[in-house]
């Protein structure tokens, strides 16, 4: 993930100065992404959306571009379309780069054909993955196969939704609480600033991106994953820097400048720089990973008996671990499968008493009202071992013989 997330870093800085504020604007908003715990916690995982972000970013990049070059605004369109088909919720942020580039051709005769070419490079590149399912027969659901559309409908409708973000006790609630434990810094100023950038007009294409990605995850209805917040942590970054950049651009005279900025870095300094010290040695020297691969050496340690003639349902970080281990390739089975892919289904005739073990992770246990196979599992099993402790455990799992 290194490579990307330098990509990522190093394309914050020409954004922000694309967007006509200062060099120390730009290097202020490449810090607060770099530096910010929870970017340095989330960028290391190996997510979609990291690999989404940086074809994102590419894409506001090129659409700022001061040549207006065509080529520039086509290269943003595939950028875009990359970043959409890396991870498909991208597509709210799509808007932020639309504005961009309406700003950035203002007042220039070329901007039909910078549109132009931006719409040719998203759709020539957007569509590779529909002609693809296109040609398999899995575009539309139907019997027998999984689908395209099917999986949107999954994802945008059929889950069961994550609750109130403001509401205690819901997965989202829990899951804003832990992203402000690595850092309540960014999150907070960012969202903060979001909302003074809409009105600022060379700030409005990410304002407009990051404002979409917050509404999305205030739906009280909507499902939010972990990772969500990769997204919109650098349109945090570019708002924040921006904002500050302007208003310290619009004080008057230059010694009240000169003492507003020198008075808000004292403070960053003083408060900001202690916590996101902490909060960064905890993401570089903490072992996150202990307990899936303490599970990970149990299981491929003889824990299971006769692996050869076992199944087990698994998320997809442990599925590789067991393959390598020796389970048969057809009895590791990635939860998601269960009850998504009719193939898969079919190997289990008699529902989830077919399965021997499962290995409850955190991915597991996020959404299971929507996977009525990986409830059944989870309702009719016994914990064997358990790995780490609250949230972030691994329990694996024995079907209870009652069941079978």
């Known amino acids: 993930m290194l490579p990307v997330s330098a990509v990522s870093l190093l394309l914050v800085y020409p954004i922000v100065r694309r967007l006509g504020l200062a060099r120390w604007a730009a290097a202020l908003a490449v810090l607060a992404y770099g530096l910010s715990p929870i970017s340095v916690t989330m960028m290391r995982q190996i997510y979609l959306d990291s690999f989404a972000v940086m074809w994102i970013l590419a894409a506001f990049a090129l659409a700022l571009s ?5 080529w520039h605004h086509t290269a943003a369109g595939v950028a875009a379309g990359l970043a959409v088909l890396s991870k498909e919720t991208m597509l709210i942020a799509l808007p932020g780069v639309v504005v961009a580039l309406w700003q950035g051709t203002a007042k220039t005769p070329v901007r039909a054909w910078a549109f132009g070419g931006f ?63 690595y850092d309540g810094v960014l999150p907070i100023a960012g969202v903060a600033a979001t909302l003074p950038a809409l009105a600022i007009r060379r700030l409005r294409g990410p304002a407009v991106a990051g404002a979409l990605l917050i509404l999305t995850a205030l739906r009280p209805g909507g499902y939010l994953p972990a990772m969500y917040v990769v997204q919109v942590l650098p349109f945090f970054a570019i708002v924040l820097a921006g904002v500050v950049a302007v208003t310290v651009d619009r004080l008057r005279p230059r010694w009240l400048r000169l003492s507003v900025a020198a008075l808000a870095a004292a403070a960053a300094a003083a408060l900001v720089a202690p916590q996101w010290y902490v909060g960064d040695r905890r993401a570089l020297v903490s072992h996150d990973n202990a307990a ?42 990635w939860f998601y499968k269960l009850d998504l892919d009719s193939a898969v289904a079919a190997r289990l005739p008699h529902g989830y008493r077919d399965v021997d073990y499962l290995v409850s992770t955190p991915a597991v246990r996020q959404d299971p009202g929507s996977l009525p196979t990986v409830q059944q599992l989870l309702t009719h099993s016994t914990t064997v071992r358990t790995f780490g402790s609250g949230d972030g455990r691994i329990e694996i799992r024995r079907v209870t013989k009652e069941t079978l």
Do not use: C, M
């Not at 001061?66 to 065509?70: N, Q």
């Not at 759709?123 to 529909?130: A, H, K, Q, T």
């Not at 027998?144 to 559309?149: A, E, Q, T």
């Not at 409908?153 to 992203?179: D, E, K, M, P, V």
């Open 66 to 70: 001061p040549r207006k070059h065509l």
């Open 119 to 181: 719409a040719a490079g998203l759709v020539l590149v957007g569509v590779f993955y529909p002609l693809y399912a296109i040609l398999k027969g899995e575009l539309i659901p139907g019997p027998g196969h999984v689908s395209l559309i099917g999986a949107w409908q999954f994802q945008l409708g059929n889950r069961h939704g994550s609750g109130s973000i403001f509401s205690a006790g819901t997965n989202s609630n829990s899951l804003l609480r832990s992203w402000l434990f």
């Open 292 to 333: 899936y691969e303490q599970a990970a050496a149990w299981l491929d340690g003889g824990g299971v008996p006769d692996r050869a003639h076992t199944t087990v349902v698994v998320d997809d970080v442990l599925w590789l671990d067991l393959v390598d281990g020796g389970y048969q390739r057809d009895r590791v089975l």
